[in-house]
């Protein structure tokens, strides 16, 4: 067993699972229980502990982690001095950003933020919520809301709530009026800890792997053999903003292409290539694109 550690924090909750799926594609195998807060980990540099997103900041300032996941906004909601080591493009259900969004009920007479000066607002984003009303100069009273938020817009004037696809907005029959804060995954860092040559080094290889499973995910390994003669137009046919690897083969007539391309175009690509004469058509699916 090593005996320099990382302190890694893994969010619980919502985002734990797509978390552990992201870094067993950088090759960490992460086990955790449902209501397991120290998992395994196949690296023995590595000590993980799950900890919600919410407060893991604030933990990573304190060098209780050495560093940590957790989004863009409880960053800001935190007042967190901290490193973001990188920006990770990816949440619960999607690859979008998370937007925290002024909702009210659909039948409200109020249009826009201005309306609600004087009014309740009921959020989990105390500190980032109260400075946009700031920013705006609209007066209002901002309360926190323990989860739940959408049954509480018909009991307070508006909320401000996390949504990723609007699903839940739409089902409470709410209406956003505006975006508060657009939010994205980070990796972060203890100053102390970057300033450490060991740690430094860990997290700046974990932050390649994590990037490098991100890149991978919406794209294949495509192979392909083609005749001399019939190079040029697969050439036209293949994304004209790859560049694909040109190998000799045993049988001097022909050649081996291998490119990667996005996912979405493969159903479309492979009878193009198919039809201008390309054989031995391979795709495979991809763990990591380092760049």
């Keep these: 067993m090593s005996e320099k550690k990382l302190k890694l924090g893994i969010p619980a ?32 540099q590595i000590e993980p502990i799950c900890l919600r997103a919410q407060e893991m900041s604030r ?30 493009a990816y949440s619960k259900a999607t690859s979008r950003p998370t937007r925290w969004v002024l909702a009210i009920p659909a039948e409200s007479k109020v249009n826009k933020p201005e309306d609600l000066k004087g009014g309740i607002i009921a959020t989990e ?31 307070v004037d508006a909320i401000v709530e996390l949504t990723e696809t609007g699903s839940s907005i739409r089902a409470n029959n709410l209406r956003i009026i505006d975006t508060v804060i657009t939010s994205t995954t980070r990796f972060i860092a203890n100053k102390q ?21 991100i890149d991978a995910r919406d794209r294949v390994g495509l192979k392909l053999n083609v005749k001399k003669d ?12 790859r560049s694909p690897t040109v190998s000799n083969l045993v049988d001097s007539d022909y050649i081996a292409i291998e490119v990667i391309i996005e996912d979405h175009i493969e159903r479309t690509l492979v ?11 391979i795709t495979y699916p991809l763990n990591k694109v380092i760049h």
């Design 59 to 88: 933990y990573v300032f304190d060098g209780v982690l050495d560093a940590g996941i957790t989004g863009h906004d409880w960053i800001m909601e935190n007042e967190s001095d901290v490193v973001e080591v990188c920006e990770l």
């Design 125 to 155: 984003l105390i500190r980032v919520t109260s400075k946009y009303f700031k920013d705006k100069n609209i007066d209002v009273k901002v309360e926190f809301s323990w989860g739940a938020t959408e049954v509480k817009a018909r009991l």
């Design 271 to 281: 009878p193009a290539l198919k039809r201008a004469g390309a054989s031995g058509i």
């Design 13 to 44: 909750g919502s985002l734990q699972k797509a978390t552990i799926e992201l870094f067993a594609k950088a090759g960490f195998r992460i086990s955790s229980s449902d209501r397991g807060y120290i998992p395994n980990i196949n690296d023995d």
């Design 230 to 241: 019939d190079l040029e137009l697969i050439l036209k046919v293949l994304p004209s903003e």
């Design 193 to 213: 800890a970057w300033e450490d040559d060991f740690k430094r080094a860990k997290i700046e290889n974990i932050a390649i792997l994590l990037k490098a499973a």
